[in-house]
């Protein structure tokens, strides 16, 4: 399964990219992933973002996956690329990866944030 991530390239920008998380079929209807060394996970509730942090990038220190599950955001990266998420879409973050998350919507966006050990070349099983 491909899902939205954020990549490093060779010096040290972060850009738009996908990566692919290898699934095991359970049956014709479900697939689900091997088990993952994942940190914690936990639940983030953010209010809309104000117009004046437009430019202001940050970064995790830990790989995670986020997942919108209500509200939506916008991670721009620092190419200037964008990914959109809208709730039930994930994105990988890569540790090291600097970026500006937005929160616009017309209700507080809700994320499921899974973190994973180590800062850059988490790789999923």
């Known amino acids: 399964m491909k899902i939205c991530a954020m990549g490093m390239d060779a010096n ?32 983030a509730f953010n209010q809309n973002s104000p117009l004046n942090n437009e430019y202001e990038m940050h970064l995790t220190n830990q790989p995670r996956i986020v997942g919108v599950m209500s509200g939506h955001a916008e991670i721009t990266m620092q190419d200037g690329e964008v990914c959109r998420l809208a709730p039930g879409e994930f994105i990988f973050v890569h540790g090291r990866a600097l970026h500006h998350s937005t929160m616009r919507s017309t209700v507080p966006t809700t994320t499921l944030n899974v973190t994973f050990p180590g800062t850059a070349g988490f790789t999923f099983k």
Not at 15 to 41: C, R
Request: net charge negative.
């Open 12 to 43: 040290g920008r972060s850009f738009a990219t996908h990566v692919d998380i290898p699934l095991i079929g359970v049956n014709e209807m479900e697939a689900v992933s091997a088990k993952q060394d994942a940190v914690y996970w936990g639940l």
